[in-house]
């Protein structure tokens, strides 16, 4: 199995950094392949690194200028940083290459939620389904535009509940489930989704946070302790997809 393979099977893994590690091994030995700077570019998107990941979309369109997922994936580096009109411009040019991208839509979608765009966000993360039912992020950030247009509580929690079909580990799901059942007033099951979130991810602050009033609620102070002592050494979360308070 060569780089660009274990690259692949990392990355299905959701284990990007590695991934990363593989696909620039890949390019350094093979050159400049489209397909590795595509992988490479959303490796850096997942780990956080917008501004890398511009560069290795960059470097693939100077190749592939036609690509359609090469930009949708330039389309969502630029909306994570907060660039929503190159973002919209990238993804429509992507839909225009191919209408049928789930990408393109998906990223379109979260720019017009980003700009409060919500109906349009809707009719766009339903497109992307239909295309691709399979998209973790899409189904949370759909979860969340029902619920910012009021829609009923069990479409969001539909939406959440397929997110975690696809990715049983996806604690942005599992932290709006919190939220919608804190608002439902079932307590139980609001604490049991934040629960499994922290056993995926222990030092969570938001969750933390919340499973801790959880606790508080129920009297179980010296749990509520221990979710804020770990709440404390974390800063403020400010990336989380989704979510009404993870947006």
Known sequence: MNHFEKGVECYQRRDYRNADLHFQQALSEKGMQ???LDYLGRCRLMLGDSRSALDAFDEALRIAPLQA??????????????????????????????AGSADGWSVLAYVCERTLRLREAKSCYLRALELEPNL???????????????????????????ALDVN??????????GLIYKDLRRYGASKTAFEKLLSIDPDDREANLELAELYKRDRQYSKAEQCLSRARKRH????????KGRS
């Open 34 to 36: 489209v397909k590795a």
């Open 69 to 98: 997922n090469l930009y949708a994936g330039k389309a969502r580096a630029e909306a994570l940083r907060g660039r929503y009109e190159e973002a919209e411009a990238l993804s429509r040019r992507a839909l225009m290459l191919d």
């Open 236 to 243: 403020s979360y400010d990336g989380r997809s989704g979510g």
């Open 168 to 177: 049983p580990y996806s604690t942005d799901a599992l932290f709006n489930k």
């Open 136 to 162: 973790e992020e899409a189904h949370v950030h759909l979860a969340v535009v029902y619920y910012q247009l009021w829609e009923p509580y069990s479409k969001c929690l539909e939406q959440l509940d397929r």
